[in-house]
């Protein structure tokens, strides 16, 4: 389906919607100016290793290294605002209240920032911070490590047993958040129509809620400058960007939030 008549078709699909899931990725933020993950170039992981800077063992093998790379992220986060993207979705949940189900994979605040505050964070929470052992006091009635006490430092760690403070995401080869994926499953089941927005499909279980809601019978459509990995997952492909197709295909003037 070329893009003019996806984007139409596309229109009235969400117009007639009663549930809507949207799975978003690193695209969705990147004209916000966070860099994606696989774009040539520009990608985080063609400029950096995954394997030294998103993974348990990379921290622990150099955990001053790890926290400083994240600890410009989160200035780069900081500094970003949510784009006309985010904030079409965010004016659409305060227009349609109850049919707009997020599930990002993006660890930045962004479509928090733009009013999509129950967004389901599948890898995590860059600005969080969560301490890299668990605690062997915690639940025996004597204090934990010190949460708020933490000795300053790159990265901050327990004054008294020494266990470091992390980054609250998901690195590779980590569980997903409790409850998340399951919360994201039954969205993609019990949607009318999913959209895609900003992501190659290269990391799963996220890259399988695409045909999970085909499977269920969600009209799917996938906005991306680029082929991705779940393409084939797709009714319709717009090939486009987050910020310049989201307002057209929601219907809604961001203004109009
Ligand atoms: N609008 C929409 N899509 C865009 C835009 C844009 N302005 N710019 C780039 N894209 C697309 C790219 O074409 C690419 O398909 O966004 C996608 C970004 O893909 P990745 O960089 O692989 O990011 P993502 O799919 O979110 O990665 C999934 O991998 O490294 C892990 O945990 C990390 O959550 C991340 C996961």
Known sequence: MVDEEAGVVLRARIAAAQRICVLTGAGMSAESGIPTFRDALTGLWSRFDPAQLASE??????????????AERREGVRAAEPNAG?????A???????????VT???DDLHQRAGNADAIRL?????ADRWLERCPERGTGREACATGGAEPGRPPRCTRCGNLVRPGVVWFGEML???AMEAAERAAAACDVMLVVGTSGAVWPAAGLAGAARRAGAFVAIVNPH????DGEAHAVLRGTAAGVLPRILGVGVEGG
Do not use: C, K, M
Request: charged share 20%; net charge negative; aromatic share 12%.
């Open 227 to 230: 082929p991705s990995d779940i």
């Open 123 to 127: 890898h995590g929470d860059i600005l």
């Open 86 to 90: 985010h904030l079409a979705l965010g």
């Open 92 to 102: 659409f949940a305060r227009q349609r209240p109850g049919v707009l189900s997020i």
């Open 177 to 179: 958040p409790p409850g």
């Open 57 to 70: 063992e990379g921290y622990r093998a150099d955990p001053q290294r790890v926290w400083d790379w994240y």
């Open 105 to 107: 994979q993006n660890v």
